[in-house]
């Protein structure tokens, strides 16, 4: 996944949960839908969370894509 490079462009993983309900509520057809969205997150700005859903857009792109490999995992023997 792309990085940011400012501070106040990073996620915690709270914000990202939060960033998760809010795209499930606010669809593409909701008028003023980053800004709910940002309103819901706290912190981040419409901007930020424009932004860091076109990330996520990309990131998906290049999974579908198989341009990005499925990790392989060694096995420890530990089956649970």
């Known amino acids: 996944m792309a ?33 709910n969205i940002a309103r819901a997150v706290g912190g981040k700005s419409a901007e930020e969370v424009k932004r860091h859903y076109e990330i996520l857009i990309e990131d998906l792109r290049h999974i ?3 341009n990005i490999p ?9 089956s649970r």
């Open 3 to 35: 990085s940011n490079k400012s501070n106040s462009s990073s996620w915690t993983p709270k914000q990202n949960k939060l960033f998760e309900k809010a795209l499930a509520v606010y669809d593409k057809d909701t008028p003023d839908r980053w800004h």
């Open 64 to 66: 579908e894509s198989g």
């Open 70 to 78: 499925y990790p392989y995992y060694r096995s420890t023997g530990n």
